[in-house]
């Protein structure tokens, strides 16, 4: 439990720094803040994934998703993803990393295996850990910010 809590508190941070001026990279050996990029925040420039990608964990919708890497380290990732409403049901698929989601455009709902929903807006923030396995219903023009364990690195 408190891997989780350490993981949440950093996801945090993270998300604290790169709002305001970006989570540290190394480069050339120095270790410089990176600047997300407020046009990819906005869903400009997002490159689209294949339809064909989640469609054995489709229940209603119809996915059309879009996404852009702002910045992969050793440990984090950190990404925009868009997509029309939909429909998953990750049982057959349960996330295999830690992931912290800030919303910026639509809405989320997260129905848990016992049916136990969860309703996130713009400007709500979440950690969902490893393993999760009930649905994500993306409700109007979803976009999230979204912080990624990289997988081996947990």
């Not at 709002?19 to 480069?27: E, H, N, T």
């Not at 998953?88 to 049916?115: A, C, M, Y």
């Not at 709500?124 to 081996?152: A, C, F, H, I």
Request: hydrophobic share 40%; with cysteine; proline share 6%.
């Amino acid at each position: 439990m408190n891997k989780f809590f350490t993981c949440a508190l950093c996801c945090a941070l993270v998300l604290g720094v790169a709002m305001r001026s970006g989570p540290a990279v190394l480069a050339d050996d120095r270790v410089v803040p990176v600047r997300l990029d407020p046009d990819k925040i906005a869903g400009l420039g997002l490159t689209a994934i294949p339809p064909d990608a989640y469609k054995d964990i489709l229940v209603s919708g119809e996915l059309k998703m879009n996404v852009a890497t702002l910045f992969e380290g050793k440990e984090l990732r950190v990404s925009i993803f868009e997509s029309t409403p939909a429909k998953t049901n990750h049982r057959k698929r349960p996330t295999d990393v830690d992931e912290f989601v800030h919303v910026l455009s639509g809405k989320l709902i997260l129905t848990e295996v016992s049916g136990k929903t969860h309703e996130y807006r713009p400007g709500d923030s979440l950690v969902l850990p490893v393993g999760y396995t009930g649905t994500w219903e993306m409700q109007g023009n979803y976009r999230e910010l979204v912080v990624l364990m990289q997988k081996g690195r947990q």
